[in-house]
């Protein structure tokens, strides 16, 4: 199981007025939780929950110390692209994967036709996100939300989904004492939040519940039902590993630039070998995650779909990658000499950026869409290769002044 929270905490929450629960006062530790819970057990009521369901889900819940010192030390996603994808897709996982993928083979029929979601993009979530349902988090649930609900930093978004929790249980999915995960708060074998739980989860079984922790079914549907919701498109690709010019403009490697098939062919960029390009009038963009001298991609619109899934950009296009592998791809070229910064580097680097009018925000030591702008903005004035990658040349350059 990935870091919990990962997927959660990049959620963009448009939440609503907490009400009288999250009006009550909240600092950093658990001395107003009970007052809090109680008001929130009213407002659950008011919500349509019903009270049998609130108290039987709520009574004798307790402030959860641990998963506040969890959320507060959460460690930096800073592996590259390579680094990550090298861990998680390991050969034990493209082994499992094709052996779920075959002894699934009826359900996937199945959801393709209703969906449109091929087989290895589903799998390849799956593994990620719990390895197949291996590990998915030993922490009670509700007892996760509720805290993180009182806790001052992201009430209203734990909030939604403490009452989506509530939702699940009412309608029969699952019992209270069933829902267990990372600290977050995520459930099942795809690690859902309770919100999308609650919309978008599948009884493709047809027992009668919408069943993520044990119905191989359920999860598999309810996976692809998220996707379409997504955006998911139908019979397209997702990404294509290809091979680029050594004279490309690199200033057009960006997801916001997209171009058909054909016009990135007519500027020389290739499928690789044992990859195959979409239809040639199908929009796409070029992706360099690791810059220049690393792996290429084409990232056609069901990409889009995996930043949806997960905003990380290397969980992403890991995700999409993975699928490929599953789907026949073979392993990607890893490039030339690639300069990977080291976590302080990218804090320094950040810094200078904002000294020389490119802010970036925090300076966080993540490699975000902030930090690669300001990066290919800093390299188009210093004539550097404006690939978007931050590396020891341009943090040299900008040391220099």
Partial sequence: MLKAGLRLLSVICLATAAGAAGAATCSNNGAGFPAWLQAFKSEAVAAGISPQTVSGALDGLSYAPDVIQKDRAQSVFAQNFL??????????????GAQLIKSNAKTFARIDKD??????????????????GANLGDLPTLRSLAT????????????????????????????????????????GQVQFLATHYRDFAVDYDGDGKRDLLHSTPDVLA???????????????????????????DWSQSDLSIRKTVAEWQSLGVTAAPGSTLGPAGLPAALILP???????????????????WNQSFVYALTAAYYATRLAGAPPVS??????????????????????????????????????????RAAQLE??????????MALLTALRGG
Wanted: charge should be neutral.
């Fill in 83 to 96: 680094q990550f994808s090298d861990r998680m897709v390991a050969k034990y996982r493209m082994q499992k």
């Fill in 115 to 132: 969906y449109g979601v091929p087989a290895p993009v589903i799998v390849a979530f799956w593994g990620l996100e719990t390895d197949f």
């Fill in 148 to 187: 993180l609900a009182y806790d001052c930093r992201r009430p209203d978004l734990f909030r939604d989904q403490l009452l989506a929790a509530l939702t699940i249980i009412e309608r029969g999915d699952l019992t209270a004492a069933e829902m267990k995960g990372p600290w977050a708060g995520e459930l």
């Fill in 222 to 248: 309810s996976a692809a039902a998220l996707l379409v919701h997504e955006g998911w498109r139908r019979g397209e690709p997702w990404l294509t590993e290809v091979k680029v010019p050594a004279n490309m």
């Fill in 290 to 308: 690791m810059g220049r001298n690393g792996p290429a991609f084409l990232g056609y619109a069901n990409f889009d779909v995996y930043l949806e």
């Fill in 334 to 375: 890893r490039g030339g000499k690639v300069d990977a910064l080291s976590f302080k580097q990218v804090q320094e680097l950040q810094r200078l950026l904002a000294q020389r009018g490119h802010p970036v925000g925090k300076a966080d030591g993540m490699i975000g869409s902030g930090t690669r702008a300001a990066v």
């Fill in 382 to 391: 210093l004539g550097l290769p404006p690939d978007a990658y931050p590396d």
